[in-house]
Nanobody
Framework: QLQASGGGLVQAGGSLRLSCAAS????????MGWFRQAPGKEREFVAG????????DYADSVKGRFTISRDNAKNTVYLQMNSLKPEDTAVYYC????????????????WGQGTLVTVSS
């Protein structure tokens, strides 16, 4: 089970940190990803991190602004979001998969319930 939290309303230029707590799985064995889905749009990859924390990947639209990290001792993955823009508004989902980081949502086996991020201009 994955439980995402930390979403909310923030002004453009502001910051938020999302958290995703995992239970019922061997967290350290899973690569983790963050995805987002805006109204009327498909779910898109935002960031991913390998099980060992050595490999990260980001969508071009968030590079330099977002940072993904994980704490295997706490079974938690984080997404630090800085310099937020109105176009970052979406429901953000965390997901887990065995294997390397992937940008494809269909390759992830487990999903959290989503947390809404709203960035006002």
């Amino acid at each position: 089970q994955l439980q995402a939290s930390g979403g909310g309303l923030v002004q453009a230029g502001g910051s938020l940190r999302l958290s995703c707590a995992a239970s019922g799985l061997t967290f350290s064995a899973y690569g983790m990803g963050w995805f987002r889905q805006a109204p009327g749009k498909e779910r898109e990859f935002v960031a991913g991190i390998s099980s060992t924390d050595r490999v990260t990947d980001y969508a071009d639209s968030v590079k330099g602004r977002f940072t993904i990290s994980r704490d295997n001792a706490k079974n938690t993955v984080y997404l630090q979001m800085n310099s937020l823009k109105p176009e970052d508004t979406a429901v953000y989902y965390c997901a887990a998969r065995v294997g390397v980081v992937s940008t494809s949502p269909t390759s992830y086996a487990y999903w959290g319930q989503g947390t809404l991020v709203t960035v006002s201009s």
